[in-house]
Structure formats: structure tokens, C-alpha cells
């Protein structure tokens, strides 16, 4: 059964840093692309970050550019994403995905809170 778990989220102050990390099991995580996507209060799911398979191509959505990087370990299946100088704009649930082809896989998510 493939899985995604989330981990590493919080409660963090304006300008701080978290890194979320997402453990994969069941799956060959190495032959997938990973991103990750957040879901603001009251906004629609939005992709934030984006990892090649092989980890030599990162793209990320403008606001977080400069600020957030994506990397992952594919000898441990995990996958990490570094936040720093958050802002309270970025409080959202953050969720990782794998996807291959038509075949996709989401994470629970994992709250992060960014606030004074």
C-alpha cells in the first residue's frame, strides 16, 4: 500500500524557519516527481514546489522563490521541503505528492502556522 506521511509542521513566528519532511512507503519513490502543494484557509489547493525524480530540476511558485527549497533522498524515500523568513501568508496545511504518469499519491498533510 503505497503512503505519504507528512511531518514537521507547527506553530512558527513571522521571519522563522520549518523544514516538513514527507516519508514515502509502498511505492518505487525514486521513479515519481514530488511536490508540494498547500491549502490556505478558504483558497483552493495550490502547488508550491516541484522535484524531478532524479532531483536535478526544481521549480517553485513565485511567492516562495528565494525563501523555500525543495530537495529529496531517494536512498531513504523521504522528501524534504525547507521554509524560511515565513510569512503569515504561507499558514496552510502543506501536503506532499508523487506523482508517475496517471498514477498519483497524496500525504495526509501537516498543519504549519505562522504567527506572532
Known amino acids: 500500500q503505497a503512503l505519504l506521511v507528512e511531518s514537521g509542521g507547527g506553530l512558527v513566528q513571522p521571519g522563522g524557519s520549518l523544514r516538513l519532511s514527507c516519508a514515502a512507503s509502498g511505492f518505487t519513490f525514486s521513479w515519481y516527481s514530488l511536490s508540494w502543494y498547500r491549502q490556505r484557509p478558504g483558497k483552493d489547493r495550490e502547488l508550491v514546489a516541484t522535484i524531478s525524480v532524479g532531483g536535478g530540476v526544481r521549480d517553485y511558485e513565485d511567492s516562495v522563490k528565494g525563501r523555500f527549497t525543495i530537495y529529496r533522498d531517494n536512498a531513504r524515500n523521504l522528501a524534504y521541503l525547507e521554509m524560511n523568513s515565513l510569512k503569515p501568508e504561507d499558514t496552510a496545511v502543506y501536503y506532499c505528492?508523487?506523482?508517475?504518469?496517471?498514477?498519483?499519491?497524496w500525504g495526509q498533510g501537516t498543519q504549519v502556522t505562522v504567527s506572532a
Open positions: 505528492n508523487a506523482i508517475r504518469g496517471g498514477t498519483a499519491y
